[in-house]
């Protein structure tokens, strides 16, 4: 009972250890890309001012703010959450370039910890920093290099793309064997409750494929077609 008791806790502080160096090295890579931007528009501002970190700030508290109001869908068990906490990301990314986009995606789920406990281990809060962040980080870094309408639009479809990819290949890996540990969840019953859902669910690769894929997609359109759409006039008033 004991080494089972230490197994378990070894298996959390794992898991924390992972979740801080991911952090880190996704801050690290925006922070690059950031420099790499800036270099080649000429832009010798400081990455983080104090306006900026103002802005992310209340960025944060938005976005950790629709972060709670996460919901469920139907084709997908019910564990998986729909929210559109990456808006405010993506405007703040857009307006003070990867790295602000980032850190908005950080704050929000440590604002959202605060008022509303975690339901899957923290293994979906992970996911939802991680995978917003193949949404946010590729879409800000390639609308910073040129920012006009045709661009945003190539960023977003990109940002789209890269996190369904991303998403439904580290469901598959890690995220959900890893929810399945610490949860104390065997992954067959996982898939089961795909399979209850969607039929043609009968293991891991096709639950991710017929099941997160699309929640990805359904999010990152929703998401994108808002930031189009608001982008613009919200960008006059924060700068």
Known sequence: MKNGIGSQVIQNAMFVVVCLVTV???????????????????????????KKI???????AISGILYCFDFALPIAPTFYKLDFSELPALICGFAFGPVAGVLVE????????????????????????????MLVLPASVIYGFKK??????????????????????????????TFSTLYGLPLDSIIAMGTAINGSVNNIYS???????????????????????????LSRIIK
């Open 207 to 233: 639950f991710v494929i017929i099941m997160v894929a699309p929640m990805n997609i359904i999010k990152g359109t929703v998401v994108s077609v808002l930031t189009l759409l608001v982008y613009k006039k």
């Open 54 to 60: 103002a802005m992310i700030g209340m960025f944060s």
């Open 106 to 133: 950080f704050l929000k789920v440590v604002i959202k910890l605060l008022f509303k406990s975690t339901s899957t281990a923290f293994v979906g809060d992970l996911a939802n920093f991680l995978i917003g962040c």
């Open 24 to 50: 880190a090295a996704l801050i690290l890579v925006a922070w690059l890309f950031e420099r790499i931007m800036r270099k080649k528009n000429g832009d010798k501002s400081r990455i983080l001012s104090t």
């Open 148 to 177: 006009t309408k045709k661009m945003s639009r190539i960023a977003l479809l990109t940002g789209v793309i890269v996190m369904t990819v991303f998403g439904t290949w580290f469901n598959a890996v890690y995220l959900l064997p």
